[in-house]
């Protein structure tokens, strides 16, 4: 691609080809709403079927869950030699498995936490929505403004500058 070339058009995801990325990844962010704001916690998480299950453990993140906070969870890619990116967002409720509700099949997936803390609450996302993208990572140059270049006054204010 040239400076003179068009970026080509973002690719919307049908649902298939979503799962099948959420799949071959097994990082991602959930956010939560914590009282009057929301939260990101970088989650391991396994595609169960058609959900998303991961660990957790006390804190921050199980407590908004358990109260009832609707969640979503972004998670993304980059294939290094074909330069195209996607990123996949799951939104809807998150809620604990409790012990005889499929625990046992939620136990055998391949749930590798990054952390070493204890995370004995199983969470499944039951989503709402499943929304993907798909696009060409364009060079640096191509977007590249330096903020300190002629006219860019014009373009970019500090917070505070009339």
Known sequence: ?????????????????????????????????VRDHPDIFPINYAVDQETLVFRSGPGTKLDAILNGSAVALEADGVDAATGVAWSVV??????AVQPGQDLSES????????????????????????????????????????LNAPGSESTFKQPGQP
Not at 4 to 32: F, N
Not at 90 to 95: E, L
Not at 126 to 139: D, E, K, W
Not at 140 to 146: A, C, E, K, V
């Open 90 to 95: 799951v939104k809807g409720p998150a809620k």
């Open 1 to 33: 691609m040239t400076d003179s070339e068009p970026a080509p058009d973002v690719e919307i995801l049908d649902t298939g080809t979503c799962w099948q990325l959420l799949r071959g990844v097994s990082v991602g962010r959930l956010a939560v709403r």
């Open 107 to 146: 136990v055998t997936l391949r749930l590798f936490p990054w952390h070493a803390g204890p995370k004995e609450s199983f969470i499944r996302i039951v989503p709402g929505s499943v929304t993907g993208r798909r696009f060409v990572v364009v060079p640096p140059r191509i977007w590249w403004h330096p």
